[in-house]
C-alpha cells in the first residue's frame, strides 16, 4: 500500500493542494472559521495551578535535608530527644519556607501565561492580517519574521535568509537554516530544513511558511507527552 510522503519531503505546492490552501492567497475567512471549529484551537493543555505534590517532593530531595533528617534520627536514637526535636523544626520550616516560595512563582508564572496573548501574522483571502496564534488552522499561511515565535507546524514556502532556533526540540545549539526544498522522508526533526516548527523562536530572515500541524498535533505537543510519561 502506497503511503503520502511528510510534508517535509514534498514541494510545498503538493502540500497546499493537500491541505485545500493557496500559496498566494491563504485560506478564505469562512473556510478558517470552520477549520477551527472541527480541529479546535491552536494550543497545548497547560496546567491551571502548580503541581503542589512535586513542589513538596523538592523539598525533601536536598542533599541537605536529607543529611538533616539523618541527624535528627540519630540524635533521637541516642537520646538527645530535644536536639533531635530541633533539628526536626528546622528541616520543617524550611521545607515550609521552600513551598511557599515555589508555589509562589509558579503561581505568577501561570498567571501571566494566562495573561500573555500570543499573535501571529497570517494572509488569508489574498490579505495579510494579525490573529491570536490559537486560532490558526491548518492550511494557514504564515508571515515569520526576525524576532518571531513560530505559532505552529509548517512547510516553507518562501525563505529570505531564514534561520531558526530549534534548541528547545532538538538541542541543537545554533540556529538552523531553513528553505522551500524538500528533505528526504526519513529525515529526522534535526535535519527537516523544509519545516518549522511551534515554539522555535525565528533568529534572522524572514519566510512564509504553511500551517500543517496545530495544538496536540505539534511536534512540540508530542515531545511535551513523551516527557511527561517518563516522568
Known amino acids: ?16 493542494r493537500e491541505l485545500g490552501s493557496d500559496l498566494a492567497l491563504g485560506l478564505a475567512e469562512r473556510e478558517a472559521a470552520a477549520r ?5 484551537p491552536n494550543e497545548v493543555e497547560r496546567p491551571t495551578r502548580p503541581d503542589y505534590v512535586r513542589l513538596a517532593a523538592h523539598q525533601l530531595a536536598d542533599p541537605l535535608v536529607v543529611l538533616l533528617v539523618g541527624a535528627a534520627a540519630v540524635s533521637f536514637a541516642i537520646g538527645e530527644s530535644l536536639e533531635a526535636a530541633a533539628i526536626a523544626a528546622i528541616v520543617a520550616l524550611n521545607a515550609v519556607f521552600g513551598f511557599a516560595q ?10 501571566l501565561a494566562e495573561a500573555v496573548r ?19 488552522v491548518p492550511g494557514d499561511l504564515v508571515r515569520l519574521r526576525e524576532g ?16 531558526v532556533d530549534e534548541s528547545a526540540l532538538t538541542g541543537e545549539s545554533v540556529p ?8 528526504p522522508a526519513d529525515a529526522p526533526l534535526a535535519e527537516r530544513s523544509s519545516m518549522v516548527y511551534a515554539g522555535t523562536a525565528v533568529t534572522r530572515g524572514s519566510g512564509l511558511a504553511l500551517v500543517v500541524a496545530t495544538g496536540r498535533r505539534t511536534e512540540q505537543s508530542a515531545i511535551a507527552a513523551l516527557t511527561a510519561s517518563a516522568a
Not at 515555589?102 to 498567571?111: F, Q
Not at 538552523?176 to 528533505?183: A, H, L, T
Open 102 to 111: 515555589e508555589a509562589g512563582a509558579a503561581r505568577a508564572v501561570l498567571a
Open 148 to 163: 518571531d515565535r513560530v505559532p505552529a507546524d509548517a512547510r516553507v514556502v518562501r525563505a529570505l535568509g531564514l534561520e
Open 118 to 136: 500570543e499573535l501571529a501574522h497570517v494572509v488569508r483571502e489574498g490579505s495579510l492580517r494579525e490573529v491570536e496564534a490559537r486560532e490558526l
Open 1 to 16: 500500500m502506497r503511503t503520502t510522503p511528510p510534508a517535509h519531503a514534498r514541494p510545498a505546492a503538493d502540500v497546499a
Open 176 to 183: 538552523v537554516g531553513k528553505g522551500p526544498e524538500p528533505v
Open 36 to 40: 477551527l471549529a472541527e480541529v479546535g
